[in-house]
């Protein structure tokens, strides 16, 4: 049978269909979680800029969390569940900061923190504070009222990351390094004279080691909330054999039409978890495209 534009123009809806009923139906019982915070997102550092004029931070490999005051809230809209002893003397403004144990347990730290209920594991996490939102002021004017804020609360699982300067691009790379050598994650840059932005800004920039890799599709994940009746991640499986999610990167038209079963890929991430998988991995290209 020969295949007409019309014939694949049928058939392309029929696939589009076909994805739409699938992720419908894995959709069901998923319980919408609570409006997302507004928070500030960050660009990624580029040489050339005059790095004097920021405030130099570990990213540290937690679960971003928002404090508003009474709960917290992950970046996605979920309500954590910590224990009252937890969140006991945390201040009445909110915060934004990490969940965190300490640098490569990450998986511990999200085990921890995403189960339904309350519980001693709770014991090992701190909120490291890295932004006040409602502030008001320039960051460096919030780099000393966090640190006012923490020594002032009575709150044992409380506490900020440090920030500190630089004066040259060559001590950036050599404190970048230091952190690297120590499994850190990279280093934040954020602009002394910047208000809190919400969105991606180039105010706050992040410094991190990047790795490609290729992958093949052999499933779909249902997307939710905007996303809802489209693609939410990409399920694939590395050239290792492992398999995982990849979300982040996807365009519009790619949720809506994304990449065929057993097409490859190529995608960015930031390491590997302890058991081989690629952290934040981010969606590129299909591999076949490279050369068009």
Aim: aromatic share 10%; glycine share 10%.
């Amino acid at each position: 049978m020969i295949l007409t534009p019309r014939h694949d123009s049928t058939r392309a809806k029929f696939r589009l269909v076909l994805i739409g009923i699938v992720i419908g139906f894995l959709s069901l019982g998923e319980v919408q979680a609570q409006d997302k915070p507004d928070v500030m997102l960050a660009e990624i550092y580029k040489q050339g800029i005059d790095v004097s004029q920021y405030w130099i931070s570990e990213k540290l490999d937690g679960v971003r969390a928002r404090w508003d005051g009474q709960q917290l809230i992950s970046r996605g809209g979920m309500v954590f569940s910590p224990p009252a002893w937890f969140i006991a003397g945390f201040p009445s403004i909110p915060l934004d900061g990490e969940l965190w144990i300490a640098r490569g347990r990450y998986e511990d730290t999200s085990s921890i923190v995403r189960k339904k209920e309350p519980h001693e594991g709770w014991r090992a996490i701190r909120l490291m504070v890295f932004d006040l939102p409602e502030h008001g002021g320039a960051f460096h004017q919030r780099v000393f009222a966090m640190r006012q804020l923490i020594e002032q609360a009575d709150a044992p699982y409380l506490s900020i990351i440090a920030q500190q300067m630089v004066n040259s691009e060559e001590e950036l790379r050599e404190r970048f390094q230091a952190v690297l050598n120590r499994k850190g994650e990279g280093l934040m840059l954020h602009r002394k004279t910047a208000q809190y932005a919400r969105g991606r800004t180039h105010d706050l920039l992040k410094l991190k080691p990047f790795t490609d890799a290729e992958a093949t599709v052999i499933g779909y994940r249902p997307g939710k909330g905007k996303f809802s009746g489209q693609v939410g991640s990409l399920k694939v499986r590395s050239d290792q054999g492992v398999i995982f999610y990849v979300g982040s990167g996807l365009s519009n038209e790619q949720r809506r039409n994304p990449p065929p079963l057993h097409s490859r890929i190529t995608f960015r991430y930031q390491g590997l978890t302890k058991y081989g998988v690629p952290r934040f991995p981010v969606f590129l290209r299909i591999r076949n495209e490279e050369s068009e």
